[in-house]
């Protein structure tokens, strides 16, 4: 769901503070519980945010990608309903939903068709309404889950769910930045499949494609998830995936 508004024009969403044609945005430390974050944009190219927290909601993310379909996108793990506006300028687009938003891996977004003109140099995101539900530890036959007490970084055996052999979970959560949390699968399956670490899951949807080194010879499979999963800890305790459906390559 979305639809665009001016900032500057007409009564506020609501009673918090939004800035006029002459004001500026709230910055982080304005507001005791902030809604509103604003990033800064370095450049034109595609770009990432920092994991942020905002209205209640953690480990958002936002995504500028000026050659999307949806120019400014927000992630959030799976089972936040947030109902939020976008912002670009002096302009904001409003959205809502449910993570994961349908069967992709590209959250709540502003479809460029309805970018603003001119130059953007920042954007951001107000959080109107935000909860949550639980995340439940994958289970069944689709799925497979690892006990890593005490590690910090993990890489699994090898494992067959279904048709889908050569699976490998890698994980990566040392240091003070974020984790990262991938599933790598052979040339050509196309899977959707949810990633889980200590109680938070997200969605995506890939085909995957083998890395080559020099003529042509195959190095390894590929890798997809996410380099930004959550922030990093001192310990951890799950890592999982679950295949929700895959598709084998075209013969």
Known sequence: VGSVASIGAGPPPSSD?????????PSETEDPYPKTFIWEL??????SS???????????QLVYDPEASSIVRLLAPDGWTIAAD???GKRSYHVEGTYPIDKLDIGLGWPAKKMPSGNIGTVGVRINKASHAVQATPTGNASKVWNINGSSSFTSTPITIGKVKDLTLLFVGSGSGDTSLKLCAPDGWRIHYRLYLDGISRTFMNKFKDS???LGIVSSHGCAGSDSFSRASTSYGTVGFQILNATPPKQ
């Open 50 to 60: 920092a994991l942020f927290d905002r209205g209640g909601a953690t480990d958002l």
């Open 212 to 214: 080559e080194e020099f």
């Open 42 to 47: 370095s450049g034109t190219d595609r770009q």
């Open 17 to 25: 503070h939004w800035p006029s044609e002459t004001d500026h945005w």
């Open 86 to 88: 976008l912002l670009m």
